[in-house]
C-alpha cells in the first residue's frame, strides 16, 4: 500500500517562505498523479496543486498560483511545495495525496486514493 507521509509544516510570518516535503512509499502506480490539498479550521478541504509523477504537468489553484510551486524527486520518492509570499489565509493542514490516473484534467478529493497525516501551517506575526 501507499504510505505518504508530510513534514515541514510550522509557524512563519506573512511573506514569508516555507518547503513542505511528502515522503512516499509503494507502488507507484498509485502514485501517478500526486498534490497537495488544505483545510483550515471549519472549512472543507481544499485543492492546492497537483503534478503528474512521470511527465511534472502541474496545475494549481488560484489562491495559490504565482506563489506556491510543486515539484517532486523521482529518485527520492519526494514531493514537495515551496510556498513563497505566504498569508495569513494560507494558514492550514497540508495534506500531501496520491492518484494512479495520471492527468491534470480533475482536481476532485475523491480521485485521491491515499492521504497522508497532514501537516499545519500557520502564518502569522
Known amino acids: 500500500q501507499v504510505q505518504l507521509v508530510e513534514s515541514g509544516g510550522g509557524l512563519v510570518q506573512p511573506g514569508g517562505s516555507l518547503r513542505l516535503s511528502c515522503a512516499a512509499s509503494g507502488p507507484t502506480f498509485s502514485r501517478n498523479t500526486m498534490g497537495w490539498f488544505r483545510q483550515a479550521p471549519g472549512k472543507e478541504r481544499e485543492f492546492v496543486a497537483l503534478i503528474t509523477w512521470i511527465t511534472g504537468n502541474t496545475r494549481y489553484a488560484d489562491s495559490v498560483k504565482g506563489r506556491f510551486t510543486i515539484s517532486r524527486d523521482v529518485a527520492k520518492s519526494t514531493l514537495y511545495l515551496h510556498m513563497n509570499s505566504l498569508k495569513p489565509e494560507d494558514t492550514a493542514e497540508y495534506y500531501c495525496?496520491?492518484?494512479?490516473?495520471?492527468?491534470?484534467?480533475?482536481?476532485?478529493?475523491?480521485?485521491?486514493?491515499?492521504w497522508g497525516q497532514g501537516t499545519q501551517v500557520t502564518v502569522s506575526s
Open positions: 495525496a496520491s492518484r494512479g490516473y495520471e492527468s491534470t484534467d480533475t482536481i476532485t478529493l475523491r480521485t485521491f486514493a491515499y
